[in-house]
């Protein structure tokens, strides 16, 4: 058995939404987003015409400077830290992308070495395509990268599955999850859905909570999340 904790990144390690943030600042960010948030169309659908809607002057350098100004949850390296030195394996699963996520992990202490799950926005020398090689047929989840394949692709049946997250993109996974820490979205779906959580607002939060159950072994399964992990498993 072995404990893994899978962290979001918009919104989570970041402090908003960074995906959201470079559209706004090189596309067209509305009225497409409410369209989005209307159901009209699948995340991929949007990043696609998301990207489409830059302008031409953006280059992967203005993208990536843009990126590296752009704040993270002030405990992030801490957890992180911690999390590292007691070995706990640690993941990163989001539905944004590679091009400014790598880049601001690299900020922090270790962030370099995390693996991470997200989607891919690709320059051919001249415009961005954005591509998904974690997209789910197997999951009703909307998202361009599913989340729910990240967790169970990288767990054993009897692993204890820790899981942090903000948002929409986050509600397939946690129903997966033995302990969830959710704050915004993802803690109203968590409470609707009667999924117990942690509600947190920094990461230091997190951190005080993961220290005091990893000192006194408080790393239990969540029977329902079990059961959907055995499930899951049984049907990929
Ligand atoms: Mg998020
Ligand atoms: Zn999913």
Known sequence: MAIRVFLDFDGTISQRDVGDEVVRHFG???PLHSELLTGSMSVAQYYQRAVQSFSDLVTPDALLAFALEQELDAGAGTLLRWLRSVEIPTYIVSDGFDIYIRPLL????????????C???????????????GASESCSCFC?????????SRIAMDDIVIYIGDGRSDTCAVQFADIVFAKGTLAAFCTEQGIPFHHYRSLYDVLIILQNRHQHKDFRPRRQAFLARKRAIEAE
């Open 28 to 30: 067209e960010f509305e």
């Open 106 to 117: 690299q900020t922090i202490e270790g962030g370099a070495e995390l693996p991470v799950a």
């Open 119 to 133: 989607n891919v926005l690709r320059w051919d020398g001249s415009v961005f395509m954005p591509e998904f090689p």
């Open 144 to 152: 361009a990268s599913c989340k729910r394949n990240a967790v169970i």
